[in-house]
């Protein structure tokens, strides 16, 4: 008679008493060591090893004379700042030092930054959250709100759209757009954040749902360029007026303005779009992204939201583009990301200052989009924009430039007699860059909203073609994460889609792109009954400017997030 499913864990342990009671006492104990877990039940011993690498990086021989011991980050910003702490953080042993000029401002935008940044930042880095939070004041990001396509309402694009926990057939069918599919969709409605009062014994739910910083960047920096100095990271002012290469695919040397003589054993160019080592001075190759993506231009400038923090981005369909607006403390920060062929920049800042009533003087930003043929090359590598740049829509750019940093550290050698895995970092780098371009062009293929000249020329024009497979596979049935497990296997191992089948999902569904939707396998009233429940909890949640009180008054609220085994930090950090 076959053994009910749900004695076999005690029938592994009866199976494992039985097989070694013919053994010595020795050999039951060694037996019973291996296969049992720790509550000495029988667990996976079998098809599960315990053997583990040792995770630390190899540091060089003292008598190596081709050893990587320097390191010179040139260029300052977040790209800059951001590498050299890494460097410090995970390889201590070298001497890291920070080239930048003085002269060069910092940006003093809003940033959008993804989950991944608060692993990133307060693991990887180490960084304490008080003093992130007193100092920086950052803000919550549940996802990005898109004022696009035909629904008047929108779209939103959660960060937990992979979860689906209310349903997204549910709430085409039911109110005929996405946007009652997940919690944090719901909370993004509702302006709202996944925290609880009363204020003496609040509760957050932030640790079961990924979310990410809104970061002032000029703040941000200054914080940077205070924790690099005091960990120890040195740091030279000077402009680079030349880059002295000492054969193919090497840098000698470098020379500042003010005459002095700069080398190390290898050089990080985080010099932005002047890409002063990778692009000039070695003249990688540039692949443009300008057939999908047509902007090339940005105005910003800030407005007072009256202490009304929304807990997302927001991305505005334009007439020649789209704008952001980012809430920080103080303002929302916004930025008209438009097509110079389309629009002048006079007009950009009329339209964006007419948009947004009372908005500060502009400022213009140029940026061309693609990347280079290569990150790393010999004894340099490039990261941030100096190696690739598309424009903000999804927040890529400082997703973009952890990636980067990840692979460098990961795969820098102690010696450079030592096998190099550039070529490695190069491919999945560039792979990663072209996936963006790809997911970013669905979002101006398929954007109904105007119908203004750009907007015509974008539906018309815009190349789709590295994600046309997927396309027609949407085509014949929707939600593609709810496909045959063959079907989406096949997708996920050829589709470049980036934020995986769920992103192509939000973006698609969210405007209305046509499929054939999947019927549900269950009645619509259990549907109705996961959004009544979903609604009770964001009818008592907290707006963003209450919850972020109790956490800089609860230091247990961030132990909580960052230290709890069950936080999808924590999980986070084990892949990093």
């Not at 920086?136 to 959660?158: E, H, S, Y």
């Not at 505005?316 to 583009?321: H, I, L, S, V």
Request: hydrophobic share 40%.
């Amino acid at each position: 008679m076959p053994r009910s499913p749900r004695d076999a864990a005690s029938t592994l342990t009866e199976m494992l008493e039985e097989l070694t009671a013919p053994m010595s006492e020795d050999e039951r104990a060694l037996v019973r060591g291996w296969l049992s877990g720790p509550d000495g039940t029988a667990n996976r011993g079998l098809t599960t090893g315990r053997e583990r690498a040792a995770a630390a990086f190899t540091r060089p021989r003292d008598d190596d004379p081709r050893a990587v011991r320097t390191v010179g980050v040139i260029g300052g910003g977040t790209a800059g700042y951001l590498t050299a702490l890494a460097l410090q953080a995970k390889r201590p042993w070298l001497e890291v030092t920070l080239v930048e000029s003085s002269t060069v401002p910092i940006i003093g935008v809003g940033e959008a930054t993804v989950p991944l940044m608060v692993t990133f930042l307060h693991h990887y880095l180490g960084i304490d959250p008080l003093e992130l939070y007193r100092e920086v004041q950052p803000t919550w990001k549940l996802g990005i709100r898109f004022d696009w396509g035909p629904n008047p309402d929108g779209f939103m694009a959660p960060f937990d759209w992979a979860a689906n926990s209310v349903g997204v057939l549910g709430s085409l069918a039911e109110q005929g757009d996405i946007n009652a599919f997940t919690l944090q969709s719901l909370l993004m409605k509702s302006d709202r954040t996944p925290v609880f009062g009363p204020d003496d014994a609040p509760i957050s739910l932030m640790k079961y749902l990924a979310f990410a910083y809104h970061l002032d960047n000029e703040r941000f920096v200054r914080f940077l360029t205070s924790l690099a100095r005091s960990r120890g990271v040195g740091h030279i002012d000077a402009k680079i007026a030349d880059v002295v290469l000492g054969g193919h695919e090497w840098v000698d040397h470098l020379l500042t303005t003010d005459g002095r003589r700069l080398s190390f054993d290898f050089y990080v160019d985080c010099s932005g779009f002047r890409s002063l080592m990778l692009g000039k001075a070695m003249e990688t190759p540039f692949h443009s992204y300008a057939d999908s993506l047509f902007t090339d231009s940005a105005v910003t400038g800030n407005t007072e939201h009256g202490g009304h923090l929304k807990p997302y981005t927001t991305a505005t369909t334009m007439d020649a583009g789209w704008c952001w607006t980012i809430p920080t403390r103080e303002s929302d920060h916004h930025g008209y990301v438009y097509s110079s062929a389309a629009m002048s920049d006079e007009d950009a800042a009329a339209e964006l200052a007419r948009r947004f009533p009372g908005i500060t003087p502009p400022r213009q930003v140029r940026f061309r989009v693609g990347r280079h043929d290569l990150a790393w090359r010999g004894n340099m590598m490039a990261i941030g924009n100096s190696y690739g740049f598309v424009e903000p829509l999804e927040s890529s750019g400082l997703l973009m430039i952890t990636q980067g940093i990840l692979a460098l550290v990961t795969s820098l050698p102690a010696s450079w007699s030592d096998p190099v895995g550039r070529d490695v970092v190069n491919a999945v780098l560039g792979k990663k860059w072209d996936e963006i371009r790809w997911f970013l062009s669905v979002h101006y293929r398929f954007n109904t909203r105007r119908d203004t000249p750009f907007w015509r020329e974008a539906r018309t024009r815009t190349d789709v073609s590295g994600l046309q497979p997927l396309l027609d596979v949407y085509a014949a049935g929707a939600p593609l994460r709810m496909r045959d497990t063959l079907t989406r296997r096949y997708l996920e191992l050829t589709a470049p889609t980036f934020y995986g089948l769920e992103g192509i999902d939000c973006v698609l569904l969210g405007q209305a792109v046509p499929t054939r939707l999947l019927p549900s396998s269950e009645p619509i009233e259990r549907w109705r009954a996961r959004k009544a429940a979903a609604d009770a909890l964001v009818a008592r949640s907290l707006p963003q400017r209450e919850a972020l009180a109790l956490f800089d008054a609860e230091p247990r609220l961030h132990e909580e997030l960052l230290k709890d085994r069950d936080s999808w930090v924590t999980r986070s950090a084990a892949t990093l």
